[in-house]
């Protein structure tokens, strides 16, 4: 039992004096946050984290076979060696309590001071706390964009490509958005859960990668290797288990983005349900215009675009336009995804499209239909918000255009650096050879697979069938994996 007086913090110290936010052994420094609010943020944290291998699942069923398990392995990395990253310096780059408009210090880290004083995000929630969820989110922002390897990266140099681009892109750009010294942040752009850091520079990261690598070599056609024609998903089922995984993490990506649990905390997850149905839905109508059939691959595709175009949307747009910014978003997603062979680029996965793209999109929208009064349901923000052109603040669009913007262009460009950079370091090629590409990056990284597995019938009916989200099909001459 304690010797020692323990009493409650009834006012937190000034940060610059105790940036912990008091003395554990002789304060209880619980005792100023509801417990209800630290209840959600930590399950919402667990429910966030499984996003990472949720893509894993989704990418791996996308791919052929030869390079599924390429994808769980990068879904693991991304968990393992991101989130380590997060702790040493990460948090401390867009998380420190500096005064510039472009990017934090190292004041945090490996988490040095991160305890219970009140978090940037809220108040209401500790920094120790905040961190824990922030966490999660570079992990699956990494992940996104790993799949832009597709079948055709080395394992090695991926994995030093992911690790600096989060240094140099992500950080970056979460300092802009998130950090209130951050100049997006002061701009007035609304961004409520990281359509910027998250959507748009993965998905124009994935662009650049793919640029760089070039098109993957195919067992077809001169003019199918010239469209960079899809391939049909190895295992749809795998897909769509995936997705459900996402979407069920999604609630608490947007949902616990308000930093405790209040009114719009709900409103949130009711926008985030919403958009995705509308998203999967448009998807598929346009599906089956274009080819009288449906897909697994597509309503997938479909609800996922709606939930990018939702994420910087959900805590300011009127729950009645949340089908709406999902839909749109979608249908943007969709004729990107199927028309992009015209730029010669080989993207397979569309992380571009639903990602960058959607993610443009949404920011947009959020312009659009951002009422004053949602963000007010924290019994807080008050006035303190404009809205969009739903209230009539006209200039709103204009924040948003230079908020998706500056993270794509951001994002191309210092993605592009980094992979020239790496490509020229002696050992880090970011190619695989093309006979290991034919064979498969399973077969060249993994134990878990071994020669006889490619004569024990592992290839499925569609193994070289291109595919596009227009629903057709064409047999092609293809050589055994």
Same mark, same amino acid.
Request: charge should be negative; charged fraction near 15%.
């Given at each position: 039992?304690?010797?020692?007086?323990?009493?409650? @913090?009834?006012?937190?110290?000034?940060?610059?004096?105790?940036?912990?936010?008091?003395?554990?052994?002789?304060?209880? =420094?619980?005792?100023?946050?509801?417990?209800?609010?630290? /209840?959600?943020?930590?399950?919402?944290?667990?429910?966030?984290?499984?996003?990472?291998?949720?893509?894993?699942?989704? $990418?791996?069923?996308?791919?052929?076979?030869?390079?599924?398990?390429?994808?769980?392995?990068?879904?693991?990395?991304?968990? /393992?060696?991101?989130?380590?990253?997060?702790?040493?310096?990460? %948090?401390?780059?867009?998380?420190?309590?500096?005064?510039?408009?472009?990017?934090?210090?190292?004041?945090?880290?490996?988490?040095?001071?991160?305890?219970?004083?009140?978090?940037?995000?809220?108040?209401?929630?500790?920094?120790?706390?905040?961190?824990?969820?922030?966490?999660?989110?570079?992990?699956?922002?990494?992940?996104? &964009?790993? #799949?832009?390897?597709?079948?055709?990266?080395?394992?090695?140099?991926?994995?030093?490509?992911?690790? /600096?681009?989060?240094?140099?892109? $992500?950080?970056? &750009?979460?300092?802009?958005?998130?950090?209130?010294?951050?100049? =997006?942040?002061? &701009?007035?752009?609304?961004?409520?859960?990281?359509?910027?850091?998250?959507?748009?520079?993965?998905?124009?990261?994935?662009?650049?990668?793919?640029?760089?690598?070039?098109?993957?070599?195919?067992?077809?056609?001169?003019?199918?290797?010239?469209?960079?024609?899809?391939?049909?998903?190895?295992?749809?089922?795998?897909?769509?288990?995936?997705?459900?995984?996402?979407?069920?993490?999604?609630?608490? %990506?947007?949902?616990?983005?308000?930093?405790? =649990?209040?009114?719009?905390?709900? $409103?949130?997850?009711?926008?985030?349900?919403?958009?995705?149905?509308?998203?999967? =839905?448009?998807?598929?109508?346009?599906?089956?215009?274009?080819?009288?059939? %449906?897909?697994?691959?597509?309503? /997938?595709?479909?609800?996922?675009?709606?939930?990018?175009?939702?994420?910087?949307?959900? #805590?300011?747009?009127?729950?009645?336009?949340?089908?709406? @910014?999902?839909? &749109?978003?979608?249908?943007?997603?969709?004729?990107?995804?199927?028309?992009? $062979?015209?730029?010669?680029?080989?993207?397979?996965?569309?992380?571009?499209?639903?990602?960058?793209?959607?993610?443009?999109?949404? !920011?947009?929208?959020?312009?659009?239909?951002?009422?004053?009064?949602?963000?007010?349901?924290?019994?807080?923000?008050?006035?303190?918000?404009?809205?969009?052109?739903?209230?009539?603040?006209?200039?709103?669009?204009?924040?948003?255009?230079?908020?998706?913007?500056?993270?794509?262009?951001?994002?191309?460009?210092?993605?592009?650096?980094?992979?020239?950079?790496?490509?020229?370091?002696?050992?880090?090629?970011?190619?695989?050879?093309?006979?290991?590409?034919?064979?498969?990056?399973?077969?060249?990284?993994?134990?878990?697979?071994?020669?006889?597995?490619? !004569?024990?019938?592992?290839?499925?009916?569609?193994?070289?069938?291109?595919?596009?989200?227009?629903?057709?099909?064409?047999?092609?001459?293809?050589?055994? !994996?």
């Amino acid at each position: 039992m304690s010797t020692v007086t323990i009493t409650p @913090v009834t006012e937190w110290p000034d940060y610059a004096n105790n940036p912990q936010g008091g003395d554990p052994i002789t304060q209880d =420094l619980n005792a100023p946050y509801n417990k209800g609010d630290l /209840c959600w943020m930590l399950v919402s944290t667990v429910l966030c984290w499984q996003i990472t291998p949720a893509i894993g699942f989704l $990418y791996a069923g996308m791919h052929r076979r030869k390079a599924a398990l390429t994808m769980v392995f990068q879904s693991l990395f991304c968990a /393992c060696a991101c989130g380590i990253q997060f702790w040493i310096y990460g %948090f401390s780059l867009y998380g420190a309590r500096t005064t510039n408009g472009i990017l934090g210090d190292l004041s945090l880290v490996a988490f040095h001071d991160v305890l219970a004083a009140p978090s940037l995000a809220n108040s209401d929630i500790p920094d120790i706390l905040y961190a824990a969820y922030g966490m999660t989110f570079v992990t699956c922002t990494a992940m996104i &964009l790993a #799949g832009a390897m597709l079948e055709r990266g080395r394992l090695f140099p991926s994995m030093v490509f992911l690790l /600096c681009w989060t240094t140099f892109v $992500y950080y970056v &750009l979460a300092y802009f958005e998130w950090n209130p010294e951050g100049w =997006l942040y002061k &701009l007035g752009a609304y961004d409520f859960a990281g359509s910027g850091p998250v959507h748009i520079a993965s998905g124009f990261g994935a662009l650049a990668w793919s640029l760089m690598l070039g098109p993957r070599v195919e067992n077809s056609t001169a003019a199918s290797r010239k469209k960079a024609v899809h391939f049909k998903p190895h295992n749809p089922f795998l897909v769509g288990l995936g997705t459900v995984f996402i979407w069920f993490g999604w609630y608490s %990506f947007n949902g616990a983005s308000t930093a405790n =649990l209040l009114l719009r905390s709900i $409103y949130v997850v009711v926008n985030t349900n919403l958009a995705a149905c509308g998203g999967g =839905l448009s998807w598929q109508l346009l599906e089956y215009a274009h080819s009288g059939k %449906f897909s697994i691959l597509g309503f /997938c595709s479909g609800i996922i675009s709606g939930l990018v175009g939702i994420t910087p949307a959900a #805590g300011y747009v009127p729950v009645y336009v949340a089908v709406v @910014v999902g839909g &749109l978003t979608s249908v943007a997603a969709f004729y990107v995804t199927k028309y992009k $062979y015209l730029i010669g680029v080989d993207e397979g996965l569309d992380i571009w499209a639903i990602h960058g793209v959607g993610g443009v999109v949404g !920011d947009l929208l959020t312009g659009l239909f951002a009422a004053q009064w949602v963000p007010a349901l924290d019994g807080v923000s008050g006035d303190s918000y404009a809205g969009g052109w739903w209230d009539h603040h006209w200039k709103q669009l204009g924040f948003q255009l230079a908020a998706a913007c500056t993270c794509a262009a951001w994002s191309f460009v210092v993605s592009c650096i980094l992979l020239f950079v790496i490509n020229k370091i002696p050992g880090l090629h970011l190619r695989v050879k093309e006979e290991d590409e034919i064979r498969g990056l399973d077969y060249k990284y993994f134990h878990d697979l071994d020669e006889e597995n490619q !004569d024990m019938g592992f290839l499925t009916p569609f193994e070289g069938v291109p595919y596009d989200s227009g629903g057709s099909t064409a047999p092609v001459e293809t050589k055994k !994996d």
